[in-house]
């Protein structure tokens, strides 16, 4: 009799189980610690026949990180409803959700791991950068955006990912604290660069309600901003956590 685990599959099913595999082991070691034989062993088959399906570690890994990074990139996506706050506070959620749940994996692949080589490693990495380029930017709104625009998106893709190599090294800080903290983040950087960019950020101000996630930091930015700068909160009795005229 033989076991679920040792059951015939079809060659594309095998496949995925063993790409399913490695992941799990990647997500909890660093890929250079993880042998063909624990990919066997997980998987419940023998060592030669994962070279049948793989005919190396690397290019088993390689196959891991393509589908890793086709799932870090569909954290990305988000319905283009309410405000934009909200939007992004929760894209960053999923975005933290991966990054605990594949940990070394995750490590591994922003820093170009040695077992699948720094080259493809870039390539696959700026692939998922580049998507969620396009997703934050069609957020925006903006049909062509100008190039400063554009760099400042990438820029704080590249900020989200160094918060989250840091918070994995000790997790120190809260994740949630993070996750609002580069929503403000956004709205921060994109304020204090050209025309095209302010003026999308008035209009992203101009969403997000009184008492929503961008309330507390432009309470903070108002000491701090000229009244004619689009991020200068508006002057209104009503606003929460405001006091006086």
Known sequence: MTTGARRRMGVEERRRQLIAVALELFSRHSPEDVSIDDIATAAGISRPLVYHYFPSKRSLYEAAVRRAADDLAGRFTEPHEGPLSGRLLRV??????????????????????????????????????????????????????????????????????????????????????????????????????????RAVVDHIVAQEPADGLLGELLGRLGGLLPPSSPCAPRQEASRPGRTGA
């Open 92 to 197: 960053m959620g999923r975005y933290f959700d991966f990054v605990d749940e594949h940990g070394p994996g995750f490590i591994a692949l922003l820093r170009g791991g040695s077992a699948v080589g720094p080259a493809l490693a870039g390539a696959v990495i700026d692939e998922v950068r580049q998507t969620a380029c396009t997703q934050v930017l069609a957020h925006l709104g903006t049909g062509s955006p100008g190039p400063r625009l554009a760099l400042v998106v990438r820029a704080w893709i590249g900020l989200a990912e160094t918060t989250a190599l840091t918070w994995l090294d000790g997790r120190a800080v809260p994740r949630a604290e993070l996750e609002l903290q580069l929503v403000h983040d956004f709205l921060a950087v994109a304020a204090a660069h050209d025309a095209e960019t």
